[in-house]
T-cell receptor
Framework: DAKTTQPNSMESNEEEPVHLPCNHSTISGTDYIHWYRQLPSQGPEYVIH???SNVNNRMASLAIAEDRKSSTLILHRATLRDAAVYYC???????????????FGKGTLLTVNP | EAQVTQNPRYLITVTGKKLTVTCSQN?????MSWYRQDPGLGLRQIYY???????DKGDVPEGYKVSRKEKRNFPLILESPSPNQTSLYFC??????????????FGPGTRLTVL
């Protein structure tokens, strides 16, 4: 499985932008890059995903490097509710490509200061 | 509202007493999965199901059983729970097109303690 590397923790101030990096140098050509987050005492929550082009949705933006070996999740204005563990995940093809298992690493713990 | 529900949310039990954790989704998803989350080990997949009557083992299936008799339900069964199954359990589901199949909706979690 292609692996991802993320900083253990990051800190931000409320209403400021946050850039969460992820390195995935062994990514394969058909791997999607997914981001999930887990708020305290909750299940993981889908944030965004992309393949090659940058992506935007109501929650965040995903910037993907041209060589796809890294990506950055961008929260444009952090709020206290954005404090969570953020996981960068590459699609796991599993056995015969039939298991859509998500392989979670340790993620980045984002602290948002008021 | 699209959601995945789990019951119970909290459970304390004793070694060897059979238990079932229920999972239900209202999105007509084909794919469902169970994960457990432990400190320092992250989330690990226990079992998954591609559709009704189709289930397969994940990374840590020992001590667990599942069934998928209906599309919406995917219960996790611990026939003889042991203390090493004390964990936080999450059910997830997904469905749709290729890329969105990896967009999984997770339940709120079930915190299980086996004494």
């Amino acid at each position: 499985d292609a692996k991802t590397t993320q900083p253990n923790s990051m800190e931000s101030n409320e209403e400021e932008p946050v850039h969460l990096p992820c390195n995935h140098s062994t990514i394969s050509g058909t791997d999607y890059i997914h981001w999930y987050r887990q708020l305290p005492s909750q299940g993981p929550e889908y944030v965004i995903h992309g393949l090659t082009s940058n992506v935007n949705n109501r929650m965040a933006s995903l910037a993907i490097a041209e060589d796809r070996k890294s990506s950055t999740l961008i929260l444009h204005r952090a709020t206290l509710r954005d404090a969570a563990v953020y996981y960068c995940i590459l699609r796991d093809k599993g056995r015969g490509g039939s298991n859509y298992k998500l392989t979670f690493g340790k993620g980045t713990l984002l602290t948002v200061n008021p | 509202e699209a959601q995945v529900t789990q019951n119970p949310r909290y459970l304390i039990t004793v070694t060897g007493k059979k238990l079932t954790v229920t999972c239900s989704q209202n999105m007509n998803h084909e794919y469902m999965s169970w994960y457990r989350q432990d400190p320092g080990l992250g989330l690990r997949q226990i079992y998954y199901s591609m559709n009704v009557e189709v289930t397969d083992k994940g990374d840590v299936p020992e001590g667990y059983k599942v069934s998928r008799k209906e599309k919406r339900n995917f219960p996790l069964i611990l026939e003889s729970p042991s203390p090493n199954q004390t964990s936080l359990y999450f059910c997830a589901s997904s469905g749709g097109t290729d890329s969105s199949l990896y967009t999984q909706y997770f339940g709120p979690g079930t915190r299980l303690t086996v004494l």
